[in-house]
């Protein structure tokens, strides 16, 4: 595996995506591999084919709504040439204040980046979160189709989380490289 081609792109507001993304990539510095963060605003967007793995976070604003950062990219994020390389998401909401939208904009996401050919890695169960309805479940509804962090609600379990989510990526990624 390559230690040094992993990207972790995200968007933010509130900071709140950006602190996330610092936890991701400390507890990959724990595994021996280093991270590079960057705020999608920050960037051109064809940075993201310039690594093997990207991890992507993106929060959830009320009903629904896209960070606007992302948003703003839209259809261009599908044009991307990802081939070959690997993406997990995560994504940030509040399941109880907006239970039918919890992290739609990470279902958004996928969405948009489906089309590049990009191998996803890093499925989270639903177990353990009380929501209605969200865009970023598979077609299982068993689970996200990246880690669902809520920092509003459940802000106690984020640390655990995070730390299983990257073992789980570690995991993942280390297979798709045999």
Request: charged share 25%; with cysteine; glycine share 8%.
């Amino acid at each position: 595996m390559d230690q040094s081609s992993i990207a972790l792109i995200y968007g933010t507001d509130t900071n709140n995506t950006e602190e996330i993304g610092h936890k991701i990539a400390k507890q990959w510095e724990e595994l021996g591999t280093q991270v590079e963060l960057f705020n999608i605003k920050d960037i051109e967007l064809s940075l993201l084919e310039q690594y093997s793995m990207l991890i992507l976070g993106i929060p959830t604003w009320d009903f629904g709504g896209i960070q606007s950062d992302w948003e703003d990219l839209g259809d261009a994020l599908s044009e991307l040439s990802l081939e070959n390389k690997t993406i997990a998401l995560y994504g940030l909401g509040d399941q109880f204040g907006y239970g039918d939208y919890f992290v739609d904009a990470m279902g958004w996401l996928y969405e948009k980046l489906l089309p590049t050919k990009a191998n996803f890695i890093g499925q989270w169960p639903t177990e353990g979160y009380d929501f209605e309805a969200s865009r970023a479940c598979v077609h299982d509804k068993e689970h996200f189709v990246g880690l669902a962090i809520d920092e509003d609600q459940q802000f106690e379990l984020t640390d655990q989380r995070v730390e299983q989510w990257v073992i789980q990526l570690y995991a993942e990624r280390a297979v798709e490289a045999a």
